[in-house]
């Protein structure tokens, strides 16, 4: 007598139990998974170099969100290729959760964009988590430049052609010029450069009249050393009362929203949906926090809150958009 029935007369009945209970294994263990996550520390890319405002503030959220997730969330620096290189990292990452990234519109939506072959596509292989926030941009100019305020600043560039030159420091400020130099037909010069720290020493020196940033020159504006004129966000903001918005100039809103970027949270694409909402639900509390608040007013930065699936339409809104204007505005395209 065999003491073990062979494959061939095991009943139907005990192979439909089986293939129920591997069914239920296969919708537990994700349950599970997100339940226990997360185990281990979990890693924040930031796609610039430390020091700056925004990694300041991915510092703090990753300090609040291990506190609330009983787990250390790591800061890492990544910069390179305006933040390509951090990106490519967390996208080519495990879809666990446990490496995730600071990114926004410069890293992820102007740098694919700007290419003839986009290294991702920002709408699909990405999972958003949370945000975004922000940014503040500013036109500055050098306080030789005869102009007060927007119009001035546009008569003037009329009556002068190819005499005032300006600085950009970085993909959005290069697109908001070029849009503004398009939009109202002006006849100014760029000069490029690596970054807003080079462009703003040659600000202040006179060499360039004028640019688009965020608030890195701020200090000098309110020293007196340079002149704002206008903001590009909706609203006025606290750290510049006094600075009127492009409607208020005249003007009609940049169609790209905000025109000086912003930044969210991202992982990988195929992230497990449970897994996403607890990292929303930390970040989102990390992102009202009071000290994360006083920070983002001090660096000119606010938090426009998302749920996910409105965080991923905006995202594929913003990536036709600008690969829509780029070409619109004949900008060149990287190899």
């Not at 294994?25 to 520390?41: G, W």
């Not at 918005?245 to 809103?253: I, K, L």
Request: glycine content about 8%; overall charge positive.
């Amino acid at each position: 007598m065999r003491a073990f029935a062979s494959h061939k007369t095991v009943s139907p009945c005990i192979k439909k139990i089986c293939q129920a209970l591997a069914l239920c294994a296969l919708v537990i263990a994700p349950l599970t998974y997100a339940q226990s996550f997360p185990v281990k520390p979990i890693t924040l890319l930031v796609p610039y170099q430390a020091g700056g405002s925004s990694d300041a503030i991915a510092r703090t959220m990753a300090r609040l969100v291990g506190k609330d997730l009983g787990q250390q969330v790591v800061v890492e620096n990544k910069a390179g290729a305006e933040g390509m290189i951090g990106s490519l990292d967390v996208m080519k990452s495990a879809a666990d959760g446990y490496r995730i990234l600071f990114g926004g519109a410069g890293s992820m939506i102007v740098v694919p964009a700007l290419r003839r072959t986009p290294p991702f596509d920002p709408g699909t292989q990405f999972t958003p988590i949370a945000g975004t926030v922000d940014f503040s941009f500013f036109l500055y100019v050098h306080p030789d430049l005869p102009v007060k305020n927007l119009k001035e600043f546009v008569a003037y560039a009329h009556a002068n052609p190819g005499k005032i030159n300006y600085a950009t420091g970085n993909n959005q400020g290069l697109l908001t010029f070029a849009y503004l130099k398009k939009s109202l037909n002006l006849d100014v010069v760029q000069v490029a450069y690596k970054g807003e720290t080079a462009a703003t020493a040659d600000l202040l020196s006179g060499r360039v009249q004028a640019m688009f940033a965020t608030t890195a020159p701020l200090m000098h504006a309110k020293e007196g050393r340079l002149n704002v004129l206008v903001t590009t966000l909706p609203q006025r903001t606290p750290l510049l009362p006094e600075v009127a918005t492009m409607v208020e100039s005249g003007y009609s809103q940049f169609p790209f929203s905000p025109a000086g970027g912003w930044l969210g949270i991202f992982g990988p694409a195929t992230m497990q949906p449970d897994v996403v909402q607890i990292l929303h639900r930390s970040f989102g509390k990390a992102l009202t926090d009071p000290e994360v608040q006083k920070q983002l007013a001090q660096a000119g930065l606010s938090y426009n809150p998302m749920g996910l699936e409105q965080m991923s339409v905006f995202v594929s809104k913003q990536r036709d958009q600008f690969r829509t204007m780029i070409r619109d505005l004949g900008i060149p395209l990287i190899d």
